[in-house]
């Protein structure tokens, strides 16, 4: 018997009981809305056309998108905005009846933008089938009436493609349906939603460019959860709610309650909170509300002073009921941004003000859990913790026969970790890296100037590394160093060609979060600079001994030092290479550009800035 044989007799008790993929003769799971008899069969999916059993290639995207362009012309614009690395085109529909079908229209109207995301991890599809459900209902006049005439949706079906048509049936092992379905990454190997500062993989590059020409008021992100077994059904996370402008979290609080209201309205159980476990695989430890990176889809718009939201469905509930509540979050959302959508754009604009004069103040980069705790009570089910035969640790057992009240911690608050003053000027990014960093900050849409004029030697700040640890293995594609350093205020000269990077702009947090060394997904930290971090010249121990006893000889502060250095750290006094380093680094042939983080800021605009 094959491996795939085993694993299919084995999932129902894994599950509880059986479900939609367990036997291909289950009974068909109940309708969704917009079910195949209310729509022409060019209009419909696979996903209802087989009860939810399965969902279909990436070649029904193509196909759909046309066929609604086709049977709404006035209010569709099916449209493509890049190519994934193996040549398939990146489809989005744009859909209103206001007569704003391309982003310039949108802007001249002053018309609210959600743009909808799909299928960033093409395992998790839900978010594909409801999308087209949902716009097909909408433009029929059977959901959300009205919003069309004052909003302007976008929808991507799928953001990863490639991984799309990486089908298989047993992707995604720890989610119920459909029977098959996409990749996590990229044909890269790439994780999308990983991908957001360093925009490392096309698909990326492609959408910074869909996002800043459309610059959405809302940008939803559609997934399915991993992890533990709970009645929950579904997560609603929003970017800013406990970090960035104040006034804009009000806003994300607004938009996450409308849709959770209007979703617990529809019969779901929905947490406003991310369901991932205090310590990994412990119903007992609870959870706690956490700041959203920025390498993240969510955690990176929210830095652009707009509202984002993470949509979670949970992976133990069927495929049906899955794409339904999806479903159920985008009309939840088309009405919101139509009725809450011009208010929401006002306090943008606001914010994007006030962040261009954020010059000199402190700015967080990074956040903690808070110490507040509130005992909550979660909807899960029974379980046990026993050993296992097999890991040796403890694993969890579920019954779903027999649901019961979780009593248990949340942090519910969060605290500034780190930050740092915002440069009163900006920063320079000198000529050797203006290119390669230039390409990145034009995807995210960040001002800049070239300097083609000698700057000359001017006042800054520089950070000198003074430790550096890389991880070994990568990830995504890259080797991090763990930075340790400070600014310090020294006087430098800055070649034309350099940039320079004002302050002075709406996306200043984001500057900051990309520029700013210590910022956990700036560029430095995803390995832009490693070079810098490396020592390329060095000196032949037998001349370093000379040039040590020349040093001693001429200099006696500098043999205090040594000598006080050898009786207080026997490390050092052990480590003939440390030793012979002690005068190297005092040496005139020292590199004083070793461990110099190639990015300076300043206090005032340099000349031709």
Same mark, same amino acid.
């Given at each position: 018997?094959?491996?795939?044989?085993?694993?299919?007799?084995?999932?129902?008790?894994?599950?509880?009981?059986?479900?939609?993929?367990?036997?291909?003769?289950?009974?068909?799971?109940?309708?969704?809305?917009?079910?195949?008899?209310?729509?022409?069969?060019?209009?419909?999916?696979?996903?209802?056309?087989?009860?939810?059993?399965?969902?279909?290639?990436?070649?029904?995207?193509?196909?759909?998108?046309?066929?609604?362009?086709?049977?709404?012309?006035?209010?569709?614009?099916?449209?493509?905005?890049?190519?994934?690395?193996?040549?398939?085109?990146?489809?989005?529909?744009?859909?209103?009846?206001?007569?704003?079908?391309?982003?310039?229209?949108?802007?001249?109207?002053?018309?609210?933008?959600?743009?909808?995301?799909?299928?960033?991890?093409?395992?998790?599809?839900?978010?594909?089938?409801a999308g087209f459900i949902a716009l097909?209902?909408?433009?029929?006049?059977?959901?959300?009436?009205?919003?069309?005439?004052?909003?302007?949706?976008?929808?991507?079906?799928?953001?990863?493609?490639?991984?799309?048509?990486?089908?298989?049936?047993?992707?995604?092992?720890?989610?119920?349906?459909?029977?098959?379905?996409?990749?996590?990454?990229?044909?890269?190997?790439?994780?999308?939603?990983?991908?957001?500062?360093?925009?490392?993989?096309?698909?990326?590059?492609?959408?910074?460019?869909?996002?800043?020409?459309?610059?959405?008021?809302?940008?939803?992100?559609?997934?399915?959860?991993?992890?533990?077994?709970?009645?929950?059904?579904?997560?609603?996370?929003?970017?800013?709610?406990?970090?960035?402008?104040?006034?804009?979290?009000?806003?994300?609080?607004?938009?996450?309650?409308?849709?959770?209201?209007?979703?617990?309205?529809?019969?779901?159980?929905?947490?406003?909170?991310?369901?991932?476990?205090?310590?990994?695989?412990?119903?007992?430890?609870?959870?706690?509300?956490?700041?959203?990176?920025?390498?993240?889809?969510?955690?990176?718009?929210?830095?652009?002073?707009?509202?984002?939201?993470?949509?979670?469905?949970?992976?133990?509930?069927?495929?049906?009921?899955?794409?339904?509540?999806?479903?159920?979050?985008?009309?939840?959302?088309?009405?919101?941004?139509?009725? %809450?959508?011009?208010?929401? @754009?006002?306090?943008?604009? $606001? /914010?994007?003000? #006030? &962040?261009?004069?954020? *010059?000199?103040?402190? !700015?967080?980069?990074?956040?903690?859990?808070?110490?507040?705790?509130?005992?909550?009570?979660?909807?899960?089910?029974?379980?046990?913790?026993?050993?296992?035969?097999?890991?040796?640790?403890?694993?969890?057992?579920?019954?779903?026969?027999?649901?019961?009240?979780?009593?248990?911690?949340?942090?519910?608050?969060?605290?500034?970790?780190?930050?740092?003053?915002?440069?009163?000027?900006?920063?320079?990014?000198?000529?050797?890296?203006?290119?390669?960093?230039?390409?990145?900050?034009?995807?995210?849409?960040?001002?800049?100037?070239?300097?083609?004029?000698?700057?000359?030697?001017?006042?800054?700040?520089?950070?000198?590394?003074?430790?550096?640890?890389?991880?070994?293995?990568?990830?995504?594609? %890259?080797?991090?160093?763990? @930075?340790?350093?400070?600014? $310090? /205020?020294?006087? #430098? &000269?800055?070649?034309? *060609?350099?940039?320079? !990077?004002?302050?002075?702009?709406?996306?200043?947090?984001?500057?900051?979060?990309?520029?700013e060394p210590l910022a956990p997904d700036?560029?430095?930290?995803?390995?832009?600079?490693?070079?810098?971090?490396?020592?390329?010249?060095?000196?032949?121990?037998?001349?370093?001994?000379?040039?040590?006893?020349?040093?001693?000889?001429?200099?006696?502060?500098?043999?205090?030092?040594?000598?006080?250095?050898?009786?207080?750290?026997?490390?050092?006094?052990?480590?003939?290479?440390?030793?012979?380093?002690?005068?190297?680094?005092?040496?005139?042939?020292?590199?004083?550009?070793?461990?110099?983080?190639?990015?300076?800021?300043?206090?005032?605009?340099?000349?031709?800035?």
């Open positions: 018997m094959t491996n795939a044989k085993y694993f299919r007799q084995l999932l129902p008790g894994l599950l509880g009981g059986c479900v939609m993929l367990c036997h291909a003769d289950a009974a068909p799971a109940a309708t969704a809305p917009g079910a195949a008899e209310s729509s022409a069969p060019a209009l419909q999916t696979l996903a209802e056309q087989t009860g939810f059993k399965q969902t279909g290639r990436y070649a029904e995207v193509e196909r759909l998108c046309q066929a609604y362009q086709q049977a709404w012309p006035q209010q569709v614009r099916c449209f493509e905005f890049g190519r994934s690395p193996e040549g398939r085109p990146m489809l989005a529909l744009a859909v209103s009846r206001s007569g704003a079908l391309t982003a310039e229209q949108a802007a001249q109207r002053g018309l609210p933008v959600l743009l909808v995301q799909a299928g960033i991890h093409s395992g998790e599809i839900d978010g594909k089938d097909r209902e909408v433009l029929q006049g059977r959901a959300a009436p009205g919003v069309l005439d004052k909003a302007v949706i976008v929808f991507v079906p799928v953001f990863n493609l490639d991984g799309h048509e990486r089908f298989g049936r047993w992707n995604r092992p720890n989610q119920v349906g459909p029977e098959e379905m996409g990749w996590r990454t990229t044909a890269q190997n790439l994780n999308l939603n990983r991908d957001y500062m360093k925009a490392d993989a096309p698909e990326m590059q492609a959408m910074l460019r869909l996002l800043d020409q459309w610059d959405p008021i809302v940008y939803a992100d559609l997934h399915v959860t991993d992890g533990a077994n709970f009645q929950h059904d579904i997560s609603i996370t929003v970017e800013p709610l406990y970090s960035g402008d104040r006034a804009l979290r009000e806003a994300g609080r607004a938009l996450q309650k409308g849709v959770t209201d209007r979703l617990s309205a529809a019969g779901s159980l929905p947490l406003s909170f991310y369901p991932s476990f205090e310590r990994d695989d412990d119903p007992a430890s609870g959870f706690a509300v956490s700041v959203t990176l920025p390498r993240f889809s969510t955690g990176y718009w929210g830095l652009r002073n707009r509202l984002a939201m993470l949509v979670e469905t949970h992976s133990w509930k069927d495929y049906a009921t899955r794409v339904r509540i999806t479903r159920n979050t985008i009309v939840a959302l088309a009405e919101l941004t139509a009725s %809450r959508g011009p208010d929401w @754009l006002k306090l943008a604009h $606001q /914010a994007d003000r #006030r &962040a261009a004069a954020l *010059g000199g103040s402190a !700015v967080p980069l990074t956040y903690d859990s808070g110490d507040h705790v509130e005992t909550i009570a979660f909807k899960g089910y029974a379980y046990t913790r026993e050993p296992s035969a097999i890991s040796g640790g403890l694993v969890t057992r579920y019954d779903t026969s027999k649901p019961e009240i979780w009593h248990v911690p949340l942090k519910d608050t969060v605290k500034t970790k780190l930050e740092v003053p915002a440069p009163r000027a900006g920063y320079i990014v000198p000529a050797a890296y203006a290119e390669q960093i230039g390409q990145k900050l034009t995807l995210h849409g960040i001002e800049f100037r070239r300097l083609d004029a000698p700057a000359g030697a001017i006042a800054m700040q520089t950070f000198r590394a003074s430790k550096v640890e890389f991880d070994k293995p990568p990830f995504e594609g %890259r080797t991090a160093p763990a @930075l340790h350093g400070s600014w $310090q /205020a020294e006087t #430098r &000269a800055v070649p034309p *060609g350099s940039l320079f !990077v004002p302050i002075a702009q709406a996306k200043a947090r984001l500057v900051m979060a990309l520029l700036s560029f430095a930290a995803w390995g832009f600079f490693n070079g810098a971090f490396e020592q390329k010249e060095y000196m032949e121990p037998y001349v370093a001994e000379q040039v040590a006893q020349q040093m001693l000889a001429h200099d006696p502060q500098l043999a205090a030092e040594f000598s006080h250095k050898l009786d207080s750290d026997a490390d050092f006094a052990h480590d003939p290479r440390a030793r012979l380093d002690f005068f190297y680094r005092r040496a005139p042939s020292w590199d004083e550009r070793f461990d110099l983080y190639p990015v300076y800021r300043v206090d005032r605009v340099p000349v031709g800035g």
